[in-house]
């Protein structure tokens, strides 16, 4: 006989129906869908509920993080041999947005 493997569950976002307890929660909770069937998501940065695209943050946050990676790059262009902390203080991010956005590939470490 062959044995099926176990599928890995669908990434799934649930809320909580009005008037409900905690005994009744598992057939209170039911998957948020929005238009054309795509699923509702909270977005990682603001938290606002947004329907779901190829990114984990709604599309304000979306060109808000597009804008600030410009304005990095400009600043690197004027500012050469800007370290990662002045880069930080200067533009006004946290190191670790910083970091992450060379993780991404949204920028690039030189030296």
Known sequence: MHRQRARKPEARYFYLAPNSTHSRLRTTLKPLRGENDKMLKN????????????????????????QLVVEIKTYIKKHRQATTLEI???????????????RDGRLKMMG
């Open 43 to 66: 977005c990682r940065t603001c938290h606002s509920l947004f329907t779901s695209s190829k990114y984990d943050i709604c599309p304000s946050c979306v060109e808000a993080e597009k």
């Open 88 to 102: 930080a203080r200067d533009v006004g991010v946290d190191v670790t947005t910083l970091l992450a956005m060379v």
